[in-house]
């Protein structure tokens, strides 16, 4: 076996460990240790690939995002669906991607509600492209639709940002495990909807041009 492929294999084993460790305890209550142990890995081995625990977490939390970001790209498809309707989709494949791979999910949260505060910058670095995507889903979604003259596409991107930075906030207050990840997906979904369509309920005669 070449050098190259035995390295790609030890990384990948460190890492493949690490996860675990992450999406079980958390950046603060997970342990080196631990993470060794799982796989018969020296020490030694994990702080030649990876200098600091920070480092790993850090290469934990960019793999997670990176792997959603691919994820979305490549599954979704709206076919003329209403805004709704794509909206729908786009939280679905979300909640999907964590069923089919669990073990980023722990990390997804707490990158997004209660990030270690000393990584915070980092850990935005490592969401950049995710950030990218989102705003150019939400862009593609209102540039066929009317908005008032007064609010531009911009306006609302941020308005939605202010919103999900208010159900973070509201899921950081409970407990990662007893406050469910659909729960999470729905309430940004149910937000985005209230902020596209309001809360009262137009009588029919009201949507005529009667």
Do not use: W
Request: with cysteine; proline share 2%; aromatic share 10%.
């Amino acid at each position: 076996m070449k050098r190259d492929e035995k390295t790609q294999i030890m990384r990948r084993k460190i890492m493949d460990s690490a996860l675990a460790e992450f999406s079980r305890q958390g950046y603060g209550a997970s342990s080196i240790n631990t993470i060794c142990t799982a796989q018969n890995i020296s020490k030694g081995i994990v702080y030649h690939y990876f200098k600091t625990k920070d480092v790993l977490y850090l290469a934990c939390v960019e793999e997670c995002f990176q792997q959603l970001t691919e994820y979305l790209q490549t599954n979704i498809s709206y076919e003329n669906s209403s805004i709704e309707k794509q909206l729908e989709i786009y939280f679905t494949l979300r909640t999907r991607f964590f069923q089919t791979y669990p073990v980023y999910q722990r990390i997804f949260c707490e990158a997004v509600t209660a990030p270690p505060a000393h990584l915070k910058s980092e850990i935005q670095k490592c969401k950049q492209n995710f950030d990218t995507l989102s705003t150019q889903i939400l862009r593609q979604l209102l540039t066929p639709v009317s908005l008032r003259p007064d609010i531009s596409i911009e306006d609302v991107i941020e308005t939605f940002r202010q919103f999900q930075d208010f159900i973070n906030i509201r899921y950081q207050m409970t407990d990662l495990n007893g406050h469910s990840f659909e729960e999470r997906e729905e309430n940004c979904l149910k937000a985005l909807s209230i902020l596209l369509y309001g809360v009262i309920q137009r009588k029919e005669h009201e949507n005529t041009n009667e």
